[in-house]
Each structure stands twice: as C-alpha cells, then as structure tokens.
C-alpha cells in the first residue's frame, strides 16, 4: 500500500523560511517524478514545483521561482520543499505528489499518489 506523508507545515510571518518533507512509502520512490503541489482557501489546487526520478531536472510555477527549491533523497525516499522569502499569499495546505507527468505541472493536477497535506500560513 502506498503512503504520502508530509509534514513541516506551520505559522511563519512573511520574508521568512520553511522545510517541508514528504515521505513515500510502498512504491520504488526513486523511480518516480515528485512535485508539490497547493490550495489556498476558495481556490482550486495548482502545481507548485515538480523533481524529475533522477532529481536532475526540476520545475517551478512562476510565482515561487526563486524562492523554492526542490530536492530529493532517494535513500532516504523523502521528498523536499525548501521555501524562503514566504509570503502572504503563499498560505495554502501543500500536498505531496507521487508518480506524475512534470512537464504537465501546470497544468489540471494528476498524480498517481497524494499525500492528505500540510497547512502553511504566512501572517503579515
């Protein structure tokens, strides 16, 4: 049985950082792409950031690049979400994905595997 797991998710005022994890158990993880993904409150879900299996190659929604960064740990099948300079309107629970297509990233979210995510709110 496959398992998504994040966590890291918390309260941090605007300008600063926060870790997310996510740990995929029951599936090869170092064979699949990994992406992130959120929603915010009245909004519908969109792709945030995406790691090839490899973790050679990488994308970013426009409206974090350059502030998040993605990263794997193939032994450690754990999935990271490094986020800095955050800001108010990066509050949204951000899920974990498993096994998706990182060229469609921005487009309708598909995954094979979700985690059930992680509240972050950035205050003001």
């Known amino acids: 049985q496959v398992q998504v797991v994040e966590s890291g998710g918390g309260l941090v005022q605007a300008g600063g950082s926060l870790r997310l994890s996510c740990r995929a158990s029951g599936l090869t993880f170092e064979d699949y792409n990994m992406g992130w993904f959120r929603q915010a409150p009245g909004k519908e879900r969109e792709g945030v950031s995406c790691i090839s299996w490899s973790g050679v190659n990488t994308y970013y929604a426009d409206s974090v690049k350059g502030r998040f960064t993605i990263s794997r740990d193939n032994a450690k099948k754990t999935l990271y979400l490094q986020m800095n300079s955050l800001r108010p309107d990066d509050t949204a629970i951000y899920y974990c994905?498993?096994?998706?297509?990182?060229?469609?990233?921005?487009?309708?979210?598909?995954?094979?595997?979700w985690g059930q995510g992680t509240q972050v709110t950035v205050s003001s």
């Open positions: 994905a498993a096994r998706l297509n990182c060229r469609q990233l921005l487009g309708y979210p598909s995954a094979n595997y």
